[in-house]
């Protein structure tokens, strides 16, 4: 029991660090108005040089990043979105795995050992491959969904944080699904990994991925542009922008709740691949 307690302190230790401390969405949103301010105010005095250096990076105008959008939470919170829910939902994938790994025998699904057999790299090359797209995959998902994403949520303008979530999240979840889909045709080069519960965990990624980059993603970046349309109209009272709002936050909270599931399954696989490196 030594290796979830270490977990567990590891999880409440890092919340805090780099931005994970869960603050109010009013601080957060007032503070990113008052850095916006700023910033439109350094390009006045800065000059027309530095403005047209700034437009060259940016497709839109400081027209968009004025403070009156900012007035209300863009999004409220979800639970699942709290650092202390992931640390726990992790914590639980790590526990389940190891239960797992010490209780089920090591049995795949014909399915999976017929594709096996038409593999034409031999076991070491699969392995290898198995193991570079497993590492890219999970360090991929880890980084932007403790790292990346919270560090622009609340260092950027909302706009400008949303703009760039729109064409990062489609290479995001493409590359994800790529190398899942790597994972599951390699495994079966993989004897002492081969079990029900890496192809659960790996057929469970590639579903929610799958379902964030063909639907939920495209979806949600829609209605969020919607959302900034009625806003540049002074349509942010009506009842066509509220309802654009509560589907936002729907798909929001699916996608970055799927995205969690994804997580998870692949702390539990990659439990289950440790454990195979180590006989």
Partial sequence: MKLPLILSIAGFLFAPVSGFLPT?????????????????QGHQFDGPAAFASSSSRLSFTPKEDNGTTDDKPFIRPALHNSPFFRSLAILYAVLFAIYQGSTAPNVSSNALQNVGKYFILPPKAAATVHLLSFST???????????????????????????????????????????????ILTLTAMPDVLSKTSEVSLAIAFFTTLLNLLYLEPKSTRVMFDRYSLEDDGKKDSEEYSEKAKSFGKLHGISSLANLVSLCSGVVHGIRLASGLAV
């Fill in 24 to 40: 109010s969405h009013n601080t957060i949103y007032s503070i990113s108005a008052t850095a916006q301010r700023r910033h439109l």
């Fill in 137 to 183: 995959w999970f360090g991929t998902v880890f980084y932007t969904t403790f790292v990346a994403g919270i560090t622009m949520f609340k260092n950027l303008p909302r706009r400008v944080f949303g703009k760039l979530q729109s064409k990062l999240f489609p290479l995001y979840f493409q590359l994800c699904s790529a190398m899942i889909g790597v994972q």
